[in-house]
């Protein structure tokens, strides 16, 4: 669902917005309102935050958050990707509060998909995201976005049997099917 009012939505206001356990974020001014992720959404955000948040205690490199944690672009742009990669070097962007400015990496578990893969997509490459991964459970697949310039090119897309690396994280190996939980 979305939401446009007469003068675009802000931190500010979204700062006020009920706690009703569904997801709130404003994307150019307007908001927009998904209820709870279901069963396998929530695994998969679970396994891939596990196997990163790992990788980084044990090789370092930066920070790893889970939504709902708020990512502040700008002050009409704020989303909570489900999973965030912030490195070394962008960790002076991480307050007590929330993001301010863009991650490193940002992970969609797909649950709308004109808002995933249009809006946030657009969104995430406009602020300089250097990798957005959407994870497509139905579509039993990765789709990873490598940004070049100011956007991102055609995805790599990764299936069931493959390997997900990234230069990000050096040494980092997510096999996809067990990140899908194909079989399980």
Same mark, same amino acid.
């Given at each position: 669902?979305?939401?446009?009012?007469?003068?675009?939505?802000?931190?500010?206001?979204?700062?006020?917005?009920?706690?009703?356990?569904?997801?709130?974020?404003?994307?150019?001014?307007?908001?927009?309102?998904?209820?709870?992720?279901?069963?396998?959404?929530?695994?998969?955000?679970?396994?891939?935050?596990?196997?990163?948040?790992?990788?980084?205690?044990?090789?370092?490199?930066?920070?790893?958050?889970?939504?709902?944690?708020?990512?502040?672009?700008?002050?009409?742009?704020?989303?909570?990707?489900?999973?965030?990669?912030?490195?070394?070097?962008?960790?002076?962007?991480?307050?007590?509060?929330?993001?301010?400015? &863009?991650?490193?990496?940002? #992970? /969609? +578990?797909?649950?709308? =998909?004109? !808002?995933?893969?249009?809006?946030?997509?657009? %969104?995430? *490459?406009?602020?300089?995201?250097?990798?957005?991964?959407?994870?497509? &459970?139905?579509?039993?697949? #990765? /789709? +990873?976005?490598?940004? =070049?310039? !100011?956007?991102?090119?055609?995805?790599?897309? %990764?299936? *069931?049997?493959?390997?997900?690396?990234?230069?990000?994280?050096?040494?980092?190996?997510?096999?996809?099917?067990?990140?899908?939980?194909?079989?399980?």
């Amino acid at each position: 669902m979305s939401i446009r009012p007469a003068t675009p939505w802000t931190y500010e206001d979204y700062l006020h917005f009920p706690d009703d356990g569904k997801r709130h974020e404003i994307v150019d001014g307007e908001v927009h309102v998904t209820p709870a992720p279901n069963t396998r959404h929530q695994d998969i955000v679970l396994r891939l935050a596990a196997c990163l948040h790992q990788h980084v205690g044990d090789h370092g490199g930066g920070r790893v958050f889970v939504a709902p944690y708020d990512v502040v672009l700008s002050p009409t742009d704020v989303v909570q990707p489900d999973v965030v990669f912030v490195a070394d070097a962008d960790t002076h962007r991480i307050t007590a509060a929330n993001l301010q400015g &863009p991650p490193t990496l940002a #992970v /969609e +578990v797909l649950s709308d =998909a004109h !808002h995933d893969r249009v809006r946030k997509r657009r %969104l995430y *490459a406009q602020f300089g995201v250097v990798e957005y991964w959407l994870v497509d &459970p139905e579509g039993e697949r #990765v /789709e +990873v976005y490598r940004l =070049a310039g !100011h956007q991102y090119p055609t995805p790599t897309l %990764l299936e *069931a049997g493959t390997v997900l690396t990234t230069e990000l994280l050096p040494g980092l190996a997510v096999d996809v099917t067990a990140l899908l939980g194909a079989g399980g």
